[in-house]
């Protein structure tokens, strides 16, 4: 249900059909955003990774509080990481982000 009145109150998407309309399009996977079920499903794949939080409707609906206490904690670890990860001297020591050639310039 969410689906459709996301798609159906969004002007970007451009949805003007029924929720009948849109059910045939979403069960045969033909979607803007394509296969719900495959999405869910890659995520899933991906639950245990250390920069992935997966969050259930229910929980929010149990107990939002712990819930949102949760993704605070979530965001927390990862924003120690992205600052940790974003030191000039650990930049400059990364071969991904910084060149030989560039490297050199500013030696």
Known sequence: MSNYYHYKHIDLHGWKGTFDDFFKIFINEKTYTGSYFDNNLDWWDLRNESNVLVIFYEDLVLNIYSTIEKIANFLKEQLEKIVHNSSF????NNSISMSNSIKKQYL
Not at 89 to 92: D, H, L, N, P, V
């Open 89 to 92: 001297s650990k930049m400059f």
